[in-house]
């Protein structure tokens, strides 16, 4: 299948095999689509390197969205690479602390941090790439159900990603008149390394299993074949919405009770 033929996407986000990012560029590369990545520090630029090989050999940039410099150095790096049909901001982190125990321990700081690397971001990025975005391209962001229920130990990254599923409306309506479309997928939870950092995962994954409709936790390729989709012409009149990847957890108003 090439649902992404001739399309080029910008992926963030790749830290490791096991990012949702990595998924979605594996999915988006089998569907034919030319990728870019960026990569947040020198920690990790190996690592995504040889990801960045083995699908298909497009340019990886050094990119901290928390630097008006790096993002100012992020649309010259693309120039040869062309006009994006897709942004991928799969970008998030909070202090470690600040996820477990009780929200009001968040100091002022961490929640300032927080909502300026997992939310602004996207706003950010967006800005550093207006014009090289093509128009009807298609922008998708990463959140969570703690974005608008109680996930306990979720905390402050539930607040940041709120502001990042309201960005995305906002994004969706600014950038419309130019065919351009903004969604949030909403991911179950995976084990990677920024989930790692919420008290109690492995928990939250049992939960899952055994309880959504489909009695399954999700893969960074679940979420990568939603990506296609959003990516492609298939969603033309798609945006400003969040789309739950996740066996369809969100959905149950309480648990079954124990077989
Ligand atoms: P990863 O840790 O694999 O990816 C998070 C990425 O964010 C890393 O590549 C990290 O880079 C990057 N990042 C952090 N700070 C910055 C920065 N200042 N500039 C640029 N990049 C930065 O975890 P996931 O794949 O799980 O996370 C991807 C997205 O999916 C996040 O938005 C997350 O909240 C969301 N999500 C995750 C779920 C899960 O259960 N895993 C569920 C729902 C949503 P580095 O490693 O170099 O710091």
């Known amino acids: 299948m090439s649902l992404l033929k001739g399309k080029r996407a910008l992926i963030t986000g790749v ?13 988006m590369h089998e569907h034919g689509a030319a990728l870019a990545f960026t990569y947040q520090g020198e920690r990790v630029k190996d690592e995504v390197e040889k990801l960045a090989a083995e699908l298909g050999g497009g340019p990886v940039i050094e990119c901290d ?10 649309a010259p790096a693309l120039a040869q690479f062309g006009k994006l049909d897709a942004l991928v901001h799969s970008i998030a982190f909070a202090n470690k602390d600040d996820l477990a125990g009780k929200t009001h321990g968040t100091s002022r700081g961490s929640f300032g941090l927080a909502l300026d690397i997992s939310a602004y ?12 975005l093509a128009d ?7 959140t969570y159900l703690g974005a608008t229920a109680i996930v306990p130990n979720y905390n402050v990254m539930g607040i940041a990603k709120a502001a990042l599923e309201a960005s ?10 130019r065919g351009i479309r903004v969604n949030a997928i909403s991911a179950g939870p995976i084990k990677t390394a920024s989930a790692r950092q919420v008290a109690g995962l492995s928990k939250m994954l049992d ?10 936790n999700v893969t960074p390729d679940d979420i990568g ?3 296609v989709f959003l990516a492609s012409d298939l969603s033309a ?6 789309h739950f990847v996740d066996g369809g957890f969100h959905a149950m108003g309480m648990y079954p009770p124990p077989q």
Do not use: C
């Not at 969205?65 to 992020?74: F, G, K, N, Q, T």
């Not at 906002?170 to 419309?176: E, I, N, R, T, V």
């Open 15 to 27: 830290a490791n095999r096991w990012s949702i990012a990595t998924g979605i560029a594996r999915q």
């Open 225 to 227: 074949k939603m990506a």
């Open 207 to 216: 939960v899952v299993a055994a309880t959504a409709p489909l009695r399954r």
């Open 121 to 132: 971001s996207l706003i950010a990025l967006v800005q550093a790439l207006h014009d090289q």
């Open 168 to 177: 995305v409306r906002y994004l969706a309506f600014d950038l419309g008149d």
């Open 65 to 74: 969205v928390a630097s008006e410099d790096s993002l100012a150095r992020l």
């Open 136 to 142: 009807g391209s298609s922008i998708m962001a990463l």
């Open 237 to 242: 009149a798609v945006t400003a919405d969040v």
